[in-house]
């Protein structure tokens, strides 16, 4: 199916995929002459691998009775991932964090194109100070989950010893339990 979408539009000479789920239309994309490009939003999979199993190993330390982290892929999806890596011309990431993890993992820089989430600031700026009528609001949007970083939220919420302070979830489901 991809590759018969890829060939038969011919609208374009690059092919944009999204990374866990492109690797046949990036290979279809090379074999048609097309730019393979992969859009990657986190670190390389190895990086992100050991990440988790980090944290997991600091704040969940009988992971192994349970049912792993929600972050934790499975190897046969590692595996497409680190193919997908392999057969595009280019991969898009966010970060320099992102960046030096591709490029300890043996990614080639020229095949990193770094483009950074960005906010308009004429559109979004802090608003002007005003009376503290209502209680000093966190809001935490993201899974909730240790790769997202909500162990570190909460104990850092909670030494702020603040008064009429609030944490909301933007979710309240839990990806990892």
């Known amino acids: 199916l991809a590759r018969r979408y890829v060939r038969d539009r011919g609208l374009s000479n690059i092919v944009v995929g999204w990374s866990q789920v492109s690797l046949h239309s990036l290979r ?41 982290c929600y972050s934790l892929f499975p190897q046969a999806l590692v595996e497409r991932m680190r193919a997908e890596y392999a ?38 700026h802090p608003a002007p100070p005003r009376p503290h009528t209502q209680p000093f609001r966190f809001l935490f949007v993201g899974r909730i989950e240790l790769l997202k970083g909500v162990q570190y939220l909460l104990p850092a919420f909670a030494a702020l010893e603040r008064e009429h302070a609030e944490v909301w979830p933007a979710s309240h489901t839990s990806a990892c339990s």
Do not use: N
Request: glycine letters at 4%.
């Open 87 to 124: 057969v595009a011309d280019a991969i898009m990431i966010l970060s320099s964090f992102a960046r030096r993890s591709f490029l300890a993992a043996g990614v080639p820089a020229a095949k990193l194109l770094q483009v950074p989430m960005g906010v308009d600031p004429a559109r979004f």
């Open 28 to 68: 279809c994309a090379r074999e048609q002459g097309k730019v393979a490009l992969l859009e990657h939003p986190m670190a390389h999979v190895d990086t992100w691998m050991q990440l988790i199993r980090d944290e997991q190993a600091a704040f969940m330390p009988s992971i192994k009775d349970r049912r792993p």
